[in-house]
């Protein structure tokens, strides 16, 4: 652990790197992550506005209802910049909320860029005490896994996290992502385990913790085989932690965990939104207690 100082509020706490807070958030709340997606139909389902204030109101009551049960929460960016500068500061207040319960949030705004551009996102999202903080944030490298150096520079300086789209849970991915990589060091590779690949040496190079703090994202549908994916072959130190999206409406069940993710399955954050969030507001803190425990079992 190494103190640091932030450039905007003086020195803060000790470094503690992403995948070490990761290990102790499993350990105490399980691998169940619950999604703050505020559609339309939703705030309207909650007796909502459409708007900026709506997805405040909605946003803080999902934290309110995850604080204490479950340890991760994901707020989904795009529902909150479609209001513009006023879905930013909602978005902002719901993030403080996140933080202040002691949730580890993942920022889902899946950005991806190069050199200082994607440096810039990266202190957006990643700088501790900056207005969008958050733990995590999801990028994609589809312009290759070293346009995210900066970034990963970033995330590591703060103690913070990247979840790398690598095999993604919606059917319009596969044929990108499986395609294979024609030259460098993982030539012959598809284009899925060659992200995971580069990640997961990544890890093992850096993180000194079991489980490391750079992440993919493995949609919880899909046939892993497919994308030339051996859930068997992990390595044995630095464990790349998996962000798990299709629990819950998109059909995957936690006790299938062993199964989809076999060598992975300890890593993997269960993330589910719409199966949780339609619930309603009076029911949604029954619903975490709920999914947090069938997801505390999946593992048998
Ligand atoms: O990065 C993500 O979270 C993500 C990756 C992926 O492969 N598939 C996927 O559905 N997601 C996100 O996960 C959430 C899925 O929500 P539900 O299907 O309602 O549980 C949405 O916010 C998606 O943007």
């Not at 450039?7 to 003086?10: D, E, R, T």
């Not at 549908?221 to 892993?224: C, N, Q």
């Not at 994916?229 to 630095?238: G, K, L, N």
């Given at each position: 652990m190494t103190a640091q100082t932030n450039?905007?509020?003086?020195p803060v706490a000790p470094v503690v790197p992403f995948g070490e807070r990761l290990e102790q958030t499993f350990a105490r709340h399980g691998q169940l992550c619950v999604g703050i997606d505020p559609h339309s139909w939703l705030l309207d389902d909650w007796n909502l506005p459409d708007s900026a204030a709506g997805a405040e109101s909605f946003g803080r009551t999902v934290v309110a209802a995850a604080a204490?049960?479950?340890g991760i929460v994901k707020p989904q960016v795009a529902f909150f910049e479609k209001f513009g500068s006023a879905g930013y500061v909602a978005l902002e207040r719901v993030l403080a909320d996140a933080r202040a319960a002691g949730l580890l949030v993942i920022g889902d705004a899946k950005r991806g860029d190069l050199g200082t551009s994607v440096e810039a996102y990266a202190e957006a999202w990643l700088?501790?005490?900056?207005?969008?903080?958050?733990d995590a944030l999801t990028v994609h490298?589809?312009?290759?896994?070293?346009?995210?150096d900066a970034a990963l520079e970033v995330a590591d300086r703060g103690g913070k996290g990247l979840f790398l789209l690598?095999?993604?849970?919606?059917?319009?991915g596969a044929a990108l992502q499986r395609a294979v990589v024609g030259?460098?060091?993982?030539?012959?590779?598809?284009v899925a385990r060659a992200i995971l690949d580069e990640v997961a040496e990544r890890n093992v190079r850096q993180?000194?913790?079991?489980?490391?703090s750079i992440g993919v994202v493995l949609g919880a549908?899909?046939?892993?085989a497919s994308f030339g994916?051996?859930?068997?072959?992990?390595?044995?130190?630095?464990l790349t932690p998996v962000l798990a999206p299709g629990f819950g409406h998109q059909g995957a069940t936690p006790s299938q965990l062993v199964a989809l993710f076999g060598g992975y399955a300890s890593g993997v954050i269960l993330s589910e939104s719409r199966s949780i969030l339609s619930s309603g507001p009076d029911r949604i803190s029954e619903m975490i207690r709920h999914r947090v425990a069938e997801a505390g079992t999946a593992r048998g």
């Open positions: 450039g905007l509020s003086g204490g049960q479950a700088t501790p005490g900056a207005p969008l903080e958050v490298s589809y312009m290759g896994v070293g346009s995210l690598s095999a993604t849970s919606n059917p319009e030259e460098g060091v993982h030539q012959g590779s598809s993180s000194t913790s079991a489980l490391g549908t899909l046939d892993l994916i051996d859930v068997s072959d992990t390595p044995t130190e630095a």
